[in-house]
């Protein structure tokens, strides 16, 4: 590449700017990534990935070894390094209400705004209501002593963890949300390996770029709501909901991707990002435009009582002093993350009503423990199945799906066993003696092999 190269900085390192640092810099563009966390930063620097994310580490030590990446905790030397500058700081959900708490990303543009002295191009990436980058453009433009020489564009991320290195270097589309034909060309520079290939390029306006972010996560959580709403119907009335959703997905125009019943969705975006559009849209005045999204959570959460339904029921109708091996942790098989995780929501859950919830994931055990320490955690699948009253399956990680019925059997005090993401095979489960249940599935029913992409083992973005 040219030695003119726009210089990139990307403020907060965290699973999406790490990823995208890494991968900025294999594309063969001169990096700084940056963080307030000093110990990310330092692991980072050092070639260590601070959470798993398959096939990272391999990429950060190509791209620290090309000596196009280095990672700091100084946002002086990213305003005077970079020419484009990305902002992918975390917009968690507030503490006190549904909104999305927008401090970190105020004090990232901020912060760059007041320091920049030629002109550059702030770009926010991380998923925020719409209309913050009008607002964010006052601020930093009244803050700069460049005025409206300092432009923002607004560049949505849709990686998925798990798949984040693929999905960033191959995504489905780019979209870039802009107010002028500079910036415009300024995402073209940076993005050209990306756009050569082939990748749909969408140039927006920056609140239809703000809006396509949070329109596709509503959508997909509904999605995933539908169908385990239905769930709900089946329960109610026998019916089967892993028929139903083979016989919908057979249908192009509903398809089978996100179509899948189960525990639902979780994880730092889906949740977080479909209540604070409500809570936008009420801001804005049309919250009834949206209020479905209301109703996509309300289904997703009645999923995780449900699954303690289903474990109490085994049990015999009463929790206090069950073994309970709760089988994962994080929001999704593949990552480390657990932030509002479904399967760590029913552990606390189980607990609560007084079993002895013993948790096992093969990668979350430590972030889970942080954030809900009372839980006892093994250290093995063995370990964590051993003497259980009911086993319950809550992420569906390959090793889980891989486990031999019988060996788990002869670990097991009882061999009965909740399958929370229907990713277990039914038939081979009750050969071998086990109790085997579902949700929205009857009691007795049998193995159907969902029709389903791979890459939807986990749901969510
Ligand atoms: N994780 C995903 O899969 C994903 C996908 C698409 C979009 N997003 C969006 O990207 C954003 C970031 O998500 P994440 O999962 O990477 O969060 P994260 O919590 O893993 O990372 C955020 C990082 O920002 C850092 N930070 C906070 N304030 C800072 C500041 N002022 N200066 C520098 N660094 C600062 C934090 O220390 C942290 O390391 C969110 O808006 C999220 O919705 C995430």
């Known amino acids: 590449m040219s030695t003119n190269n726009p210089r990139i900085t990307v403020i907060g390192t965290g699973y999406l700017g790490a990823t995208h640092a890494v991968c900025m810099a294999l594309l063969g563009f001169d990096v700084l990534g940056v963080d307030v966390d000093s110990s990310k930063i330092d692991l980072l620097q050092s070639g260590r990935v601070p959470f798993f994310e398959p096939g990272l580490p391999e990429k950060l030590a190509e791209a620290l070894d090309s000596g196009r990446l280095r990672f700091s905790t100084d946002l002086d030397e990213a305003a005077?390094?970079?020419?484009?500058?990305?902002?992918?700081?975390?917009?968690?959900?507030?503490?006190d209400s549904a909104a999305a708490d927008l401090r970190y990303v105020d004090a990232a543009f901020a912060g760059l705004a007041e320091r920049i002295t030629r002109?550059?191009?702030?770009?926010?990436?991380?998923?925020?209501?719409?209309?913050?980058?009008?607002?964010?453009?006052?601020?930093?433009?009244?803050?700069?002593?460049?005025?409206?020489?300092?432009?923002?564009?607004?560049?949505?991320?849709?990686?998925?963890?798990?798949?984040?290195?693929?999905?960033?270097?191959h995504p489905d589309r780019l979209v870039f949300g802009v107010s002028s034909e500079w910036a415009r060309e300024q995402l073209a520079r940076v993005f050209q390996p990306i756009v050569d290939e082939g990748t749909p390029v969408i140039v927006a306006d920056l609140a239809t770029a703000e809006l396509v972010k949070v329109a596709a996560n509503s959508f997909l959580a509904t999605k995933i709501s539908y169908i385990n709403a239905m769930a709900e119907v089946c329960e109610a009335t026998g019916a089967d909901?892993?028929?139903?959703?083979?016989?919908?997905?057979?249908?192009?125009?509903?398809?089978?991707?996100?179509?899948?019943?189960?525990?639902?969705?979780?994880?730092?975006?889906?949740?977080?990002?479909?209540?604070?559009?409500?809570?936008?849209?009420?801001?804005?005045?049309?919250?009834?435009?949206?209020?479905f999204l209301g109703e996509v959570d309300s289904i997703n959460i009645r999923r995780r009582v449900r699954t303690v339904d289903l474990v109490r029921e085994?049990?015999?109708?009463?929790?206090?002093?069950?073994?309970?091996?709760?089988?994962?942790?994080?929001?999704?098989?593949?990552?480390?993350?657990?932030?509002?995780?479904?399967?760590?929501?029913?552990?606390?859950?189980?607990?609560?009503?007084?079993?002895?919830?013993?948790?096992?994931?093969?990668?979350?055990?430590?972030?889970?423990?942080?954030?809900f320490p009372d839980l006892n955690y093994a250290d093995s699948l063995s370990e964590s199945v051993r003497d259980a009253d009911v086993v319950v399956l809550l992420t569906e990680w390959q090793e889980f799906r891989d486990a031999d019925p019988d060996e788990l059997g002869a670990l097991v005090r009882y061999r009965r066993i909740v399958d929370g993401r229907h990713a277990l095979d039914a038939d081979d489960y009750r050969l071998k003696g086990w109790e085997y249940r579902a949700l929205g599935r009857p009691a007795q029913s049998g193995t159907v092999a969902l029709r389903l992409d791979r890459r939807d083992e986990v749901a969510a973005t």
């Open 241 to 291: 909901v892993s028929l139903l959703a083979t016989a919908l997905s057979l249908d192009d125009r509903i398809g089978g991707r996100f179509l899948k019943p189960g525990l639902g969705f979780g994880g730092g975006c889906l949740p977080k990002d479909i209540r604070a559009f409500r809570h936008r849209a009420e801001e804005l005045g049309i919250g009834q435009a949206v209020s």
């Open 80 to 95: 005077a390094f970079g020419d484009v500058h990305f902002i992918c700081v975390g917009t968690p959900q507030a503490r």
């Open 119 to 169: 002109k550059a191009l702030l770009v926010g990436k991380s998923t925020v209501p719409i209309g913050t980058a009008a607002r964010l453009t006052s601020l930093v433009q009244t803050i700069s002593p460049l005025g409206p020489e300092l432009e923002l564009a607004w560049n949505p991320e849709f990686l998925r963890e798990g798949f984040a290195v693929a999905d960033t270097l």
């Open 314 to 371: 085994l049990a015999g109708g009463d929790l206090s002093g069950v073994r309970v091996a709760a089988l994962g942790a994080a929001f999704k098989p593949n990552s480390d993350d657990v932030r509002d995780a479904p399967a760590l929501d029913v552990a606390r859950m189980l607990y609560l009503e007084g079993a002895s919830v013993s948790v096992y994931d093969p990668q979350a055990n430590a972030n889970a423990h942080r954030v």
